[in-house]
């Protein structure tokens, strides 16, 4: 066997091994699948004490099913095969006739965690890095491996619902606390707490009675419907049909296992072949192939210094030191600072929800106004006003100062890199690193080098970004790099459209009912009316585009959006003020916004 291995030890029990050949975490896939089904009949002739199940992998159990084979399936039946396959291998591991144990460290996602459920019993570790859950409806199916018939019957219908809707993970002790595992001990004791169970066989995990009785099917309707309101303050039936297709699921079929295990495969395997599904998978396939993209193994950064305590430059510096890094924040001015760590505190407090944690975080975050931080400083990254000179004049300020092999980075938008380094002593050092606002919501992050910027210091960026939790994406430096050269058009075709006297609600509606997360008319209020009237100015030459007088006016009166209070919108409590969004939506108003989008990425 390629990908798993057994032995059986002194004391009759079988250690099966799972190691996937050349990857670097474990993914069910159709082979693995398979061979699993070999193993434990093998095992089975042996007729063991018990069975444990554990990864040899440092990354953890097992990531999930292999996406890579649901990419372009379009045949129901194919997916109904593979989805029935599966049930049935998890099945004769549920149904051995000796009890079997699951060793969950690290990832235990998706397929994984269905896996683990088939098992009598399951011990996760106590280290911090445990995720353990359901992320299915990112990719817009549901758990369909009997994951929702195992779930709901070992931690209760709400708990299971809410683990599968939310795609939250849990850590070893919350996955305790609803009864998703039977025990959980470090590592080193993995061992010791499987042979236990095995020995001593305890009973199992009994939902509570209010979770048993979300299952009654006079009560379920109930539930559904409640539920599938608070799904639709999130995302729309005709944009992300699979919670709502999970809770029809839950309704129809929840109190019969048989009922329920079919009816699964069929939703899941129709999802599976659909639009959303598929566009969905390609989108987290990209994502891993940016993931995927070559840093510097040896570039183990600690400390970053951040210039520029505005908006951008404390959101980055308090995301960095959320991510464990040592930041020191430099600004001229103690007001903006103190604004800074405020909004960091916020941060940490709603993220981290522990007060050592917040402690820790906050300690972790300087403020920095004499830039002593600079010296020892991994990364240095400039987040101030969008002005050449400035930032030119800044770098050579730091340049003298950095360690030499400390990446000096731009948080820049619009401003090519060959103008920025023009006056740097090493003008091969300087990196682009665009952040995109909000910096703790939004994913993405460019990564921007000119012909002249160093290998080295491209790799070092790399790594740096997947250190900070961000997919980076490696671009070009040109005028307004790859997003602002496609978002801003779709922007400035929305203030057309606002100057022609379309209300800015109906606008945005437009947008989201196509599927956009935000409005354009919201988003250039969110960015910074001011940032969008820079880059628009700076870009206007090659992309043909001319700045509406309605921005240049709001932004010379103050009005800069969200962050000013009023934009397009007014502000209260953070959030807009919309009017006129209540009536009908024009589809020709959505097909304006998207073939502008689309025409520039053509371009």
């Keep these: 066997m390629n990908n798993w291995h057994f032995e059986i030890d002194q004391e009759n029990i079988a250690w099966l091994h799972v190691d996937m050949q050349n990857s670097g975490a474990n993914i069910l896939s159709r082979e693995m699948l398979e061979e699993l089904d070999q193993q434990l009949l093998s095992i089975s002739q042996h007729n063991p004490a018990g069975v444990v199940i554990l990864s040899d992998k440092k990354s953890g159990f097992i990531a999930g099913a292999d996406v890579r084979a649901f990419a372009g399936m379009n045949d129901i039946h194919e997916a109904e095969q593979l989805i029935h396959q599966a049930h049935e291998i ?67 219908h709400l708990n299971a619902l809410q683990l599968m809707l939310s795609n939250r993970n849990l850590n070893g002790r919350q996955a305790k606390k609803i009864g998703l595992v039977d025990e959980v001990a470090p590592t080193r004791q993995f061992k010791s707490a499987a042979r236990y169970l095995i020995h001593n066989r305890p009973g199992h995990h009994r939902p509570p009675l209010l ?37 029809d699921h839950w309704n129809t079929s929840a109190g019969n296992p048989q009922q329920m295990a079919l009816s699964e495969q069929q939703e899941v395997a129709r999802l599976l072949t659909g639009e959303t599904a598929q566009n969905l998978i390609r989108v987290f396939l990209l994502q891993n192939r940016l993931k995927a993209q070559k840093g510097d193994p040896g570039f183990k950064p600690a400390h970053v210094h951040v210039v520029g305590g505005g908006l951008m430059g404390g959101d980055i510096a308090a995301w960095c030191s959320l991510k464990g890094f040592s930041v020191t924040l430099q600004d001229q001015s103690p007001e903006m600072l103190s604004r800074a760590i405020g909004h960091a505190h916020q941060l940490f407090s709603k993220r981290l929800r522990d007060r050592r944690k917040v402690r820790d975080a906050m300690d972790r975050l300087i403020p920095d106004h004499l830039a002593r931080g600079v010296p020892q400083a991994d990364v240095v990254i400039e987040a101030i006003y969008e002005d050449t000179e400035a930032k030119q004049a800044l770098y050579q300020q730091l340049e003298p100062r950095m360690k030499s092999d400390a990446v000096l980075a731009t948080n820049t938008s619009s401003i090519r890199l060959e103008r920025l380094a023009e006056k740097l002593q090493n003008p091969s050092r300087l990196v682009g690193l665009h952040f995109f606002n909000p910096v703790a919501r939004m994913p993405l992050l460019e990564v921007v080098a000119m012909e002249s910027t160093d290998a080295a210091v491209i790799e070092r960026a790399l790594t740096f970004s997947k250190r900070i939790s961000k997919f980076p994406l490696l671009v070009k430096s040109s005028p307004g790099f790859l997003v602002n050269r496609v978002l801003l058009p779709y922007l400035m075709e929305a203030m057309q459209l606002h100057r022609e006297g379309v209300p800015a609600a109906v606008i945005d509606k437009a947008a989201v009912e196509f599927g956009m997360p935000m409005g354009p008319i919201e988003l ?35 009005k800069l959006g969200r962050k000013s209070g009023e934009g397009f919108y007014r502000y209260e409590k953070g959030k807009a003020l919309k009017k006129g969004g209540s009536q009908p939506v024009d589809g020709a108003l959505a097909e304006r916004l998207i073939g502008r989008l689309l025409n520039e990425t053509v371009a």
């Design 211 to 247: 979770q048993r009785l979300a299952g009654v099917s006079l009560i379920r309707s109930g539930v559904t419907a409640w539920l599938k309101r608070q799904v639709s303050k999130k995302v729309s039936l005709g944009h992300y049909p699979a919670p709502y297709a999970l809770l």
């Design 90 to 156: 998890f099945e004769r591991l549920e149904n051995l006739t000796f009890p079997s144990v699951a060793l969950i460290h690290g990832f235990c996602l998706g397929g994984g965690l269905e896996l683990a459920l088939a098992c009598s019993y399951r011990v996760a570790s106590d280290d911090a890095d445990v995720r353990i859950g359901f992320p299915e409806t990112r990719l817009g199916i549901f758990p369909g491996f009997a994951g929702t018939v195992r779930s709901t019957a070992l931690i209760g």
């Design 524 to 558: 250039a209020d969110t960015v910074g009316l001011d940032i969008c009237k820079s880059v628009a100015e700076k870009l206007g030459d090659t992309l043909d585009i001319e700045v509406p007088e309605e921005l240049i006016s709001m932004v010379d009166s103050g």
